[in-house]
Structure formats: structure tokens, C-alpha cells
């Protein structure tokens, strides 16, 4: 079956936004690539008077429709996409994609998945700790000035999803595991990992950075995180059967 990108699985999630009319704006530019979900974490001002400057004509409607919230994972749990957005690189953040790469990534993911776009404050962006949910990380090519309006930024990735909408796909992924469940996973694999020595737990989240862009490269179904939960459970257990044997033995040795 010939499928197009599903808009209506789109999300654009605006983390601490600074500028309510940038929020107007953002909602004006998804109004016009026909996108609809619009969801604010924790904003610094959400004056509606302001937004609403801003929002016009049938954008009120997506104005009126969005969702706060203060905390970006519970923000994240229902989807099983996040695509972070960036105009700075480095070891920490690298770019993987560009806004018309992914819109073609998209097409497939989007039929059975919802997906959740992030863009950061205006005067900062998306922070490290704010892209490690994310599965890429995407930037929009520039020349030498790479800071754009908020507002800029989103317009430039809906259009891209918007093209690609009217693009045919015909290998829809199936539902993959949402936030809740990978969070899940990445906590119970931090654990264990730790206990077993295989991460440093002065500094667990450097390695867990690393297990979880490997863990991205190819999107996990909620199959595969129950499977390596499974994997995880054992590994508990048979720490705990090492650890028990342990302290049995140095019982002994102690004794008369």
C-alpha cells in the first residue's frame, strides 16, 4: 500500500519557549503546513494576549488545542519518535540529519508512530540534557550565521514535512516503544549495568550518552525493549546469585 507522511502524527514541542508571540508565530507556521499538535514545557511567560498578536485567523484554533506541561518527559511519554533540534555541534550533539532528510526518514516512521519535534529556548536552544531522549538529532544548514528566529526554525521543518507528505512511501514501520517505555528500559539498563562494573558510576550518564545512540540507530519496537529488559532482569539476577555467593563464602571463611 502507497502511503504519504501522517501530519497529523506530528508534534512540534517547544521547550522553555522565552517570547509568548514566538509561540503565535510557531503556531502560525505549523497552521500553514497543515500541522496541528503544538505542545509547550515548562515556558517562561504564557501570556495568551501575546500569543494570540501573533496567532491569526484559524492558528487560534491550534493556539487554543496546546498542551503544557512542565516536565519534558512526561511531555515525551506518549511518542515514539523524538527528533531534537540543534544549531550547535559537537561530541555531545552531533548531527545526524538535515530538515529534508528527515521529513524523507518520516514518511515510513510517522504511519503507525507519533512523533515529537523539539526546539529549544530562543536564547540557548535545546540543552545536552534536553536532546538525550532524542533518537537524531537534526539541523538546518546555514551559511556563517547559523542562529534563526524560533519561529524561522519551525516553519523550515514543517514545510519539509509538508512536501514530503505529498511523497509516497511504501514500507510503513510498525508502532515502536514510546518514551515511557525506552526511559524505562535506559533506567533498568543503568542499573544493571553499573552493578556488573560495566559503567562508572561516578559518571553514568557519559556512558548511557553513548548506549543510547547506539540503541537509536534503529528505532526499537516495544517487543525489543521488552526483550532487552528480559536480558536486564537476568543479568540481575545472576549478579545477585555472585553477590550471595560472596558473602556466603567470606561467612565461612570468618568462622572458627
Given at each position: 500500500m502507497v502511503t504519504t507522511i501522517n501530519l497529523d502524527h506530528?508534534?512540534?514541542?517547544l521547550v522553555e519557549p522565552q517570547i509568548p508571540e514566538n509561540i503565535g508565530a510557531v503556531a502560525r507556521a505549523m497552521n500553514n503546513m497543515g500541522i496541528r499538535r503544538l505542545i509547550?514545557?515548562?515556558p517562561e511567560r504564557c501570556d495568551l494576549t501575546r500569543i494570540l498578536r501573533m496567532a491569526t485567523?484559524?492558528?487560534i484554533d491550534i493556539v487554543e488545542a496546546m498542551e503544557v506541561f512542565e516536565d519534558l518527559n512526561e511531555a515525551l511519554a506518549s511518542f515514539h519518535?523524538?527528533?531534537?533540534?540543534t544549531a550547535r555541534s559537537g561530541s555531545?550533539?552531533?548531527?545526524l540529519t538535515n530538515p529534508?532528510?528527515?521529513?524523507?526518514?518520516?514518511?515510513?516512521?510517522?504511519?503507525?508512530?507519533?512523533v515529537a519535534l523539539l526546539f529549544g529556548p530562543e536564547d540557548r536552544g535545546l540543552s545536552n540534557e534536553h536532546l538525550r531522549p532524542c533518537h537524531t538529532i537534526a539541523t538546518i544548514p546555514t551559511a556563517q550565521f547559523a542562529s534563526l528566529n524560533l519561529a524561522q526554525a519551525v516553519m523550515i521543518f514543517c514545510y519539509?514535512?509538508?512536501l514530503a507528505s505529498r511523497l509516497p512511501s511504501e514500507e510503513p514501520l510498525p508502532r515502536l516503544a514510546n518514551k515511557f517505555e525506552l526511559e524505562g528500559m535506559y533506567g533498568h539498563l543503568k542499573s544493571v549495568l553499573t552493578r556488573i562494573g560495566f559503567i562508572n558510576p561516578q559518571n553514568p550518564e557519559h556512558w548511557m550518552l553513548n548506549i543510547r545512540r547506539f540503541l537509536s540507530r534503529i528505532p526499537l519496537r516495544a517487543r525489543?525493549?521488552?526483550?532487552?529488559?528480559?536480558?536486564c532482569r537476568q543479568m540481575d539476577w545472576y549478579a545477585a546469585q555472585i553477590e550471595k555467593h560472596r558473602k556466603k563464602t567470606e561467612r565461612n571463611l570468618d568462622s572458627p
Amino acid at each position: 500500500m502507497v502511503t504519504t507522511i501522517n501530519l497529523d502524527h506530528m508534534a512540534i514541542v517547544l521547550v522553555e519557549p522565552q517570547i509568548p508571540e514566538n509561540i503565535g508565530a510557531v503556531a502560525r507556521a505549523m497552521n500553514n503546513m497543515g500541522i496541528r499538535r503544538l505542545i509547550l514545557v515548562n515556558p517562561e511567560r504564557c501570556d495568551l494576549t501575546r500569543i494570540l498578536r501573533m496567532a491569526t485567523g484559524t492558528s487560534i484554533d491550534i493556539v487554543e488545542a496546546m498542551e503544557v506541561f512542565e516536565d519534558l518527559n512526561e511531555a515525551l511519554a506518549s511518542f515514539h519518535y523524538v527528533v531534537g533540534t540543534t544549531a550547535r555541534s559537537g561530541s555531545h550533539r552531533p548531527s545526524l540529519t538535515n530538515p529534508r532528510d528527515l521529513a524523507q526518514e518520516l514518511i515510513s516512521i510517522s504511519q503507525n508512530n507519533h512523533v515529537a519535534l523539539l526546539f529549544g529556548p530562543e536564547d540557548r536552544g535545546l540543552s545536552n540534557e534536553h536532546l538525550r531522549p532524542c533518537h537524531t538529532i537534526a539541523t538546518i544548514p546555514t551559511a556563517q550565521f547559523a542562529s534563526l528566529n524560533l519561529a524561522q526554525a519551525v516553519m523550515i521543518f514543517c514545510y519539509d514535512l509538508f512536501l514530503a507528505s505529498r511523497l509516497p512511501s511504501e514500507e510503513p514501520l510498525p508502532r515502536l516503544a514510546n518514551k515511557f517505555e525506552l526511559e524505562g528500559m535506559y533506567g533498568h539498563l543503568k542499573s544493571v549495568l553499573t552493578r556488573i562494573g560495566f559503567i562508572n558510576p561516578q559518571n553514568p550518564e557519559h556512558w548511557m550518552l553513548n548506549i543510547r545512540r547506539f540503541l537509536s540507530r534503529i528505532p526499537l519496537r516495544a517487543r525489543d525493549v521488552r526483550i532487552i529488559r528480559g536480558i536486564c532482569r537476568q543479568m540481575d539476577w545472576y549478579a545477585a546469585q555472585i553477590e550471595k555467593h560472596r558473602k556466603k563464602t567470606e561467612r565461612n571463611l570468618d568462622s572458627p
